[in-house]
């Protein structure tokens, strides 16, 4: 059985991480961007990431220019933004797509695990996210209108 551990993203800066690294503690993990309506959500993101790490919660940014080309810029641009306009400590991937072809290993699986509205596997915009158990199984998948602190309650019952 495959689980969130199986897989590996390259960080902002390019390097391989394994997310075998974070066996056995959960995950949230979202596409983000930095020209979206939702992007005030990384404030959100980073007080879970705050709240919670010490308990073992890893939150992982993925960001994404596929939807309304809202992340524009590359990897330095995308880090001058989240250190100066929404600070954030927790770990960011490169620039990746979620849906189509060229879609992420890790988030193809992660929308076959969890299916959106009527079966869906398609990401439908930036800010979904995905809450992943210690066992590396996607326990659920919530849409970008969902803000980071309505997902306490699920974090707590994972962590």
């Not at 897989?7 to 983000?32: A, E, I, K, M």
């Not at 250190?83 to 849906?99: A, G, R, T, W």
């Amino acid at each position: 059985m495959t689980s969130a551990y199986d897989f590996s993203f390259r960080d902002l800066d390019g390097q391989p991480q394994v997310l075998d690294q974070y066996r056995g503690r959960p995950l949230l993990l979202v596409n983000v961007a930095s020209r979206c309506g939702f992007t005030p959500q990384y404030t959100g993101l980073e007080q879970l990431w705050q709240d919670y790490r010490e308990r073992g919660l890893v939150v992982i940014g993925f960001p994404c220019n596929q939807f309304g080309a809202q992340e524009p810029g590359d990897a330095a641009q995308i880090r001058q933004f989240c250190s100066l306009d929404y600070p954030v400590s927790f770990p960011l991937s490169e620039k990746i797509e979620v849906n189509g072809e060229g879609a992420d290993p890790l988030w193809a699986w992660l929308s076959r695990e969890k299916r959106g509205l009527l079966g869906s596997t398609r990401i439908k915009w930036n800010f979904s996210k995905f809450l992943v158990d210690r066992q590396g199984r996607v326990v659920s998948r919530h849409a970008p209108t969902t803000k980071p602190e309505q997902l306490r309650d699920e974090i707590e019952a994972v962590l």
